[in-house]
């Protein structure tokens, strides 16, 4: 793990290239750091049966053109969490 985190970040060009992307510009590195990502999602709603799953409201007064990355960032934080097979729905 190490290792590979250490040749990712010495050759990222290489690394992009072995998976399929060839880059057009000039690549760097980014703090891939999430330990301080801290979000509150609206309401979430735990539904036990008859599937395990979860439901995200997020209600908005107006519509904000980055609403569907952080929704797309709060259901993933609320996958990560809940585990599998809880998938999160979001909704407006």
Same mark, same amino acid.
């Given at each position: ?9 010495? +050759? ?44 995200? +409201? ?30 999160? +729905?979001?909704?407006?």
């Amino acid at each position: 793990d190490t290792s590979l985190k250490s040749l990712i970040g010495n +050759f990222p060009v290489d690394w992009l290239r072995l998976a399929g992307i060839e880059p057009q510009g000039p690549v760097e590195i980014v703090n891939a750091n999430l330990a301080s990502v801290q979000v509150d999602a609206d309401k979430v709603v735990r539904v036990s049966r008859p599937r395990p799953h979860l439901v995200h +409201f997020e209600t908005e007064s107006n519509y904000k053109r980055k609403n569907p990355q952080r929704l797309l960032e709060y259901n993933v934080l609320l996958r990560k969490r809940s585990k599998p097979p809880s998938p999160a +729905f979001s909704s407006c």
